[in-house]
């Protein structure tokens, strides 16, 4: 056995970073195979001193891959951040890419070392470690199972999960979550209504000013840019269902947003709650039910079978509490994100 670690160098060496997720999944049935370009543009937007991109070879076969990323804008400045991980069932290949790494993040003064999340933290963030039976939606994480174990036994600790519930078509309609809506439809001012997509100028200042509010304070939160969401809304254009696309207006104030899109990977009619947040000042008002609400109407009228809500942190009460207690939903995938002091 001749297990080396390299780093990525030159072109001919990244295009083989960016295509060895092949060797991990080609016959997987769940794996969503995401575009290399569009993994090379992430990466390529990533000032060249912020990021190192290492590869595991054995005996001339590629093995694994792992980027050691640095973002500025993050508000934990003692960390880096690791990502784009994918290796075979081989802990020593796991350890021998999570040492370089480390090494170089020891070398730009970081204390932690953080992920697997991309560079930018509003993409994709965690590991999958518990729902593998279950299909990945549209943008999720997915991963091999053993994935875990290669990071735990690489010196890895758990720093935070988050959760993905499940709703289905079938799912009584709870009557504390009917009268809390009721109830926040008669605030004075309040406007409920879907994004309008022909405009995402305009409809990108609500994201930006619910998102940037609703996440202020969670691990690896970015400001959301009005560039940014203008891409997002775009985006959304070509396959997302704008009825689903909704916004709450009080008295011309963003109030809260909830976002679902349809899996585009799914044999039947399911689709993700991608994002749902209120903006502090309005979380007393029963806002977030009256998203819940009118959402799940829309859902059933349109003849969805399921749904699932992620991401949701698990520090996060009270949406929490709104999901498992009062909706009754079950929690059907974790995420996990890892950290290791250097």
Not at 183 to 209: D, S, Y
Not at 211 to 217: A, I, K, L, R, Y
Not at 286 to 304: N, P
Not at 312 to 321: A, F, K, P
């Amino acid at each position: 056995m001749s297990l080396n670690v390299y780093q990525v160098k030159n072109q001919y060496q990244f295009d083989i970073f960016l295509n060895m997720s092949q060797t991990i999944y080609y016959d997987d049935p769940f794996w969503p195979a995401p575009p290399p370009s569009e993994t090379a543009q992430q990466l390529l937007n990533i000032p060249r001193k912020d990021v190192n991109l290492y590869v595991a070879v054995n005996n001339n076969a590629v093995i694994g891959r792992v980027a050691g990323m640095l973002n500025n804008t993050l508000a934990d400045k003692n960390t880096a951040i690791f990502g784009y991980f994918e290796c075979i069932n081989d802990p020593n290949a796991a350890s021998a890419l999570m040492k370089a790494v480390e090494s170089w993040a020891n070398d730009k003064g970081c204390r932690y070392l953080t992920g697997p999340v991309c560079y930018n933290t509003n993409d994709s963030i965690g590991i999958l470690v518990d729902g593998f039976h279950l299909p990945p939606q549209f943008g999720m994480p997915y991963n091999h199972y053993y994935y875990q174990t290669l990071l735990e036994q690489s010196g890895y600790h758990k720093y935070f999960d988050l959760l993905a519930y499940r709703w289905s078509a079938n799912h009584p309609m709870p009557e504390k979550l009917k009268r809390i809506a009721k109830g926040a439809q008669k605030t004075p001012g309040l406007v409920l209504r879907p994004f309008n997509l022909h405009f995402p100028k305009r409809e990108a200042q609500i994201l930006v000013k619910v998102h940037n509010q609703t996440m202020e304070g969670n691990w690896g939160a970015e400001t959301l840019t009005v560039s940014d969401a203008i891409h997002y809304l775009n985006s959304y254009r070509s396959f997302a269902d704008p009825d689903l696309l909704l916004t709450v207006i009080i008295n011309g104030e963003p109030a809260g947003i909830c976002l679902t899109i349809p899996n585009l990977s799914a044999k039947y009619h399911s689709c993700r709650v991608a994002v749902l947040g209120v903006v502090p000042k309005f979380r007393t008002k029963g806002i977030a039910a009256l998203l819940i609400y009118e959402t799940m109407l829309r859902l059933i009228k349109k003849g969805y079978q399921e749904a699932e809500l992620s991401l949701i942190m698990e520090n996060n009460t009270m949406m929490n509490r709104i999901l498992r207690d009062t909706l009754k939903f079950d929690i059907i995938k974790r995420f996990r994100v890892y950290r290791k002091e250097l």
